[in-house]
C-alpha cells in the first residue's frame, strides 16, 4: 500500500503542477488579450499609427495579433487615401469655382456695358462678348458632367466598328477657321485606307476636340497627325512645338484639373486630356504623351475591329 501510496502522492503532485501552470498560462493568456484591447482602443482613440504588439505569442494570440495588424494597416491606407481624395476635391472645387467665376464676373461686366451703351454697333459687340463666355461656361459644365459620368465603372459606350481615320478628317474640318488663324496648316500623314477600329462616334469626336483645342492651347507651329498600324491596335500620334517657356508634366497631363500654368485657366477647366484618357480605356484603348526637346506628342492607340471585346458591339 505505501508504494500505491506514493504513486498516488506523486499523481497528486503532478495535477497540482500542472492545475498551476494551466492557471498561469490562462492568467497570461487573459492579460495578453487585455494588453491587445487596450492598445487597440488607444490607436483607434487617438488615431495612432502604431501596431498591436505582444510578447508572448501563443498561435492563437499570434494569429490574433497578425490579423489586428492587417485590420490596422488597411485602414491606415484606406485614411491615407480618403486624405489624398479630399484634397484633390478641395483642389478642384477651387479649381472649378475659379473656373466658372471668371467667365461669369466678365459676363456681368459685358452685359452692364452693353445696358449703359446706346450705340447699337457697341451694344452688338457686348452682347457677342456676353454669348461668348456663355458658350465658355457650358463647356465648362459639360465637360464636367461627361468626367463625372465617365469616373463610374457601370458607364459604357456602345462600341460599333469605325473608321476612325474618316472621324478624325471631319473633325479637323472643323476647326480650318482656327488652323488659318495661327497661320499654320496641320501636316497629315494619313493612309488612304484604314482598318476600322471598335469605337463610339461621339466620343472620338470629343477625343479629337480636346486634343486639338489642346494643341492651340499650348502648342505652336505645325500640328503633325500621323496613323500607324501596330498589328491589333491603330495608333493616331499628334505632334507639336510647345510654346517658349512651357513645361509639360507627362505623367500628370491625364490627370483631372491638371494645368501647364495653373495660376492661368486660359479658358479651359483641366478636364480635357483626362476625358481623353478615360475614353480611350471606355473603348479598350489607351492614352499616352511624350515631351522631349520642346516637342510634345499624345498617341491615342485603339483596338481593332473584328477582335474579341467585352463591351464591343460590331454593325452589321
Given at each position: 500500500?505505501?508504494?500505491?501510496?506514493?504513486?498516488?502522492?506523486?499523481?497528486?503532485?503532478?495535477?497540482?503542477?500542472?492545475?498551476?501552470?494551466?492557471?498561469?498560462?490562462?492568467?497570461?493568456?487573459?492579460?495578453?488579450?487585455?494588453?491587445?484591447?487596450?492598445?487597440?482602443?488607444?490607436?483607434?482613440?487617438?488615431?495612432?499609427?502604431?501596431?498591436?504588439?505582444?510578447?508572448?505569442?501563443?498561435r492563437?494570440?499570434?494569429?490574433?495579433?497578425?490579423?489586428?495588424?492587417?485590420?490596422?494597416?488597411?485602414?491606415?491606407?484606406?485614411?491615407e487615401?480618403?486624405?489624398?481624395k479630399?484634397?484633390?476635391?478641395?483642389?478642384?472645387?477651387?479649381?472649378?469655382?475659379?473656373?466658372?467665376?471668371?467667365?461669369?464676373?466678365?459676363?456681368?461686366?459685358?452685359?452692364?456695358?452693353?445696358?449703359?451703351?446706346?450705340?447699337?454697333?457697341?451694344?452688338?459687340?457686348?452682347?457677342?462678348?456676353?454669348?461668348?463666355?456663355?458658350?465658355?461656361?457650358?463647356?465648362?459644365?459639360?465637360?464636367?458632367?461627361?468626367?463625372?459620368?465617365?469616373?463610374?465603372?457601370?458607364?459604357e459606350?456602345?462600341?460599333?466598328?469605325?473608321?476612325?481615320?474618316?472621324?478624325?478628317?471631319?473633325?479637323?474640318?472643323?476647326?480650318?477657321?482656327?488652323?488659318?488663324?495661327?497661320?499654320?496648316?496641320?501636316?497629315?500623314?494619313?493612309?488612304?485606307?484604314?482598318?476600322?477600329?471598335?469605337?463610339?462616334?461621339?466620343?472620338?469626336?470629343?477625343?479629337?476636340?480636346?486634343?486639338?483645342?489642346?494643341?492651340?492651347?499650348?502648342?505652336?507651329?505645325?500640328?503633325?497627325?500621323?496613323?500607324?498600324?501596330?498589328?491589333?491596335?491603330?495608333?493616331?500620334?499628334?505632334?507639336?512645338?510647345?510654346?517658349?517657356?512651357s513645361?509639360?508634366?507627362?505623367?500628370?497631363?491625364?490627370t483631372?484639373?491638371?494645368r501647364?500654368?495653373?495660376?492661368?485657366?486660359?479658358?479651359?477647366?483641366?478636364?480635357?486630356?483626362?476625358?481623353?484618357?478615360?475614353?480611350?480605356?471606355?473603348?479598350?484603348?489607351?492614352?499616352?504623351?511624350?515631351?522631349?526637346?520642346?516637342?510634345?506628342?499624345?498617341?491615342?492607340?485603339?483596338?481593332?475591329?473584328?477582335?474579341?471585346?467585352?463591351?464591343?458591339?460590331?454593325?452589321?
Amino acid at each position: 500500500m505505501r508504494g500505491v501510496d506514493r504513486i498516488l502522492i506523486v499523481l497528486a503532485g503532478l495535477l497540482l503542477l500542472l492545475l498551476i501552470a494551466q492557471t498561469v498560462y490562462l492568467l497570461n493568456y487573459r492579460r495578453q488579450v487585455g494588453q491587445i484591447s487596450s492598445q487597440l482602443s488607444f490607436i483607434m482613440e487617438h488615431q495612432s499609427r502604431k501596431l498591436v504588439a505582444t510578447q508572448l505569442k501563443p498561435r492563437e494570440i499570434g494569429r490574433l495579433v497578425r490579423e489586428c495588424n492587417n485590420l490596422l494597416r488597411r485602414q491606415q491606407a484606406m485614411g491615407e487615401q480618403f486624405s489624398r481624395k479630399n484634397q484633390e476635391m478641395n483642389l478642384a472645387i477651387t479649381s472649378l469655382s475659379h473656373d466658372i467665376r471668371t467667365p461669369l464676373t466678365s459676363l456681368d461686366g459685358y452685359l452692364q456695358l452693353a445696358l449703359q451703351t446706346e450705340a447699337e454697333q457697341e451694344k452688338g459687340r457686348y452682347v457677342a462678348l456676353a454669348q461668348s463666355r456663355i458658350q465658355q461656361i457650358i463647356k465648362l459644365v459639360e465637360e464636367l458632367f461627361l468626367y463625372t459620368k465617365l469616373q463610374n465603372p457601370e458607364y459604357e459606350l456602345e462600341l460599333q466598328a469605325v473608321d476612325v481615320v474618316e472621324v478624325l478628317k471631319r473633325n479637323l474640318f472643323t476647326f480650318i477657321d482656327d488652323f488659318t488663324r495661327s497661320g499654320n496648316e496641320p501636316e497629315l500623314r494619313l493612309p488612304e485606307r484604314s482598318p476600322r477600329v471598335m469605337g463610339d462616334i461621339h466620343a472620338l469626336e470629343r477625343i479629337f476636340t480636346n486634343i486639338i483645342g489642346n494643341y492651340f492651347i499650348h502648342g505652336e507651329g505645325p500640328l503633325t497627325v500621323e496613323v500607324e498600324d501596330r498589328q491589333e491596335m491603330l495608333c493616331i500620334r499628334f505632334t507639336n512645338r510647345l510654346k517658349p517657356g512651357s513645361r509639360v508634366d507627362t505623367e500628370k497631363i491625364f490627370t483631372r484639373f491638371y494645368r501647364e500654368d495653373p495660376s492661368r485657366t486660359r479658358h479651359s477647366s483641366g478636364l480635357g486630356l483626362s476625358i481623353v484618357k478615360a475614353l480611350m480605356e471606355k473603348m479598350n484603348g489607351d492614352a499616352s504623351a511624350n515631351s522631349a526637346s520642346g516637342i510634345f506628342s499624345i498617341d491615342i492607340e485603339f483596338a481593332k475591329a473584328g477582335k474579341e471585346h467585352p463591351h464591343g458591339h460590331p454593325s452589321q
